[in-house]
């Protein structure tokens, strides 16, 4: 792709990110986002064909981003320790921009299913392949599945969390907490009654 068009792309992409501060995709018009980038309708025509494209290509870059850390975690079938866990996960944590409102949208499910479900594709894929790489004992089909879900809707949860802004965005201290809950579970935080 040429740089006049990666620059023209850029500009769409910020000038949607921009009109999501004061208003929901769904009021959001081409028109608008062409003004607001400088660009003309022909040329977004000529990028996207429709506001939801700039979503997609906004989430793909994001996961593309992530893909090569988690391909460098699975490359490495040792048993992931404590410190290596949580080194993934803030590293991991590092690639959110807590004030990505594409990111935000796509996530929420209210940009459509297509970006939501390639970000749920790449959790889901990894933890499966982490898992299979990692089980001491063999597991059915239907337990590797409830496992994959688990993990890729935990993490899924925290990223839409710090998303919207409901977890503070730390991730060295939320990559200790979240890699202490993956290995230690949470009964220490749950008063057992006694008998």
Same mark, same amino acid.
């Given at each position: 792709m040429d740089a006049?068009?990666?620059?023209?792309?850029?500009?769409l992409?910020?000038?949607?990110?921009?009109?999501?501060?004061?208003?929901?995709?769904?009021?959001?018009?081409?028109?608008?986002i062409?003004?607001?980038a400088?660009?003309?309708?022909?040329?977004f025509y000529?990028n996207?064909?429709?506001?939801?494209?700039?979503?997609?290509e906004?989430v793909k870059?994001?996961?593309d981003k992530?893909q090569?850390l988690?391909?460098d975690y699975?490359?490495?079938?040792?048993?992931?320790?404590?410190e290596?866990l949580? *080194?993934?996960?803030?590293?991991?944590l590092?690639? !959110?921009?807590?004030n990505d #409102?594409?990111?935000r949208? +796509?996530?929420?499910?209210?940009a459509?299913?297509?970006?939501l479900?390639?970000v749920?594709?790449?959790h889901t894929?990894?933890?499966?392949r982490?898992?299979?790489?990692?089980?001491?004992?063999?597991?059915?089909?239907?337990?590797?599945?409830l496992?994959?879900?688990f993990?890729? *809707?935990?993490t899924?949860?925290?990223i839409?969390? !710090?998303l919207n802004?409901? #977890?503070p965005?730390?991730? +060295?201290?939320?990559?200790?907490?979240?890699?202490?809950m993956?290995y230690?579970?949470?009964?220490?935080l749950?008063?057992?009654?006694?008998?």
């Amino acid at each position: 792709m040429d740089a006049r068009r990666l620059k023209s792309r850029a500009k769409l992409r910020e000038a949607l990110s921009e009109l999501l501060q004061n208003q929901p995709l769904e009021e959001i018009s081409i028109e608008q986002i062409t003004e607001r980038a400088g660009v003309t309708r022909p040329t977004f025509y000529s990028n996207y064909e429709s506001r939801q494209d700039i979503i997609n290509e906004h989430v793909k870059q994001w996961i593309d981003k992530r893909q090569s850390l988690f391909d460098d975690y699975l490359a490495d079938a040792q048993p992931p320790g404590h410190e290596r866990l949580r *080194s993934l996960i803030e590293h991991m944590l590092l690639t !959110i921009d807590p004030n990505d #409102l594409i990111l935000r949208l +796509a996530l929420s499910g209210r940009a459509g299913d297509v970006a939501l479900q390639m970000v749920r594709n790449q959790h889901t894929d990894f933890f499966r392949r982490r898992a299979e790489q990692g089980l001491t004992k063999p597991v059915t089909p239907e337990q590797l599945h409830l496992i994959t879900t688990f993990y890729s *809707s935990a993490t899924m949860g925290v990223i839409v969390e !710090i998303l919207n802004k409901r #977890l503070p965005y730390d991730p +060295a201290t939320l990559a200790e907490q979240v890699s202490a809950m993956i290995y230690q579970g949470i009964q220490h935080l749950i008063a057992v009654p006694t008998e």
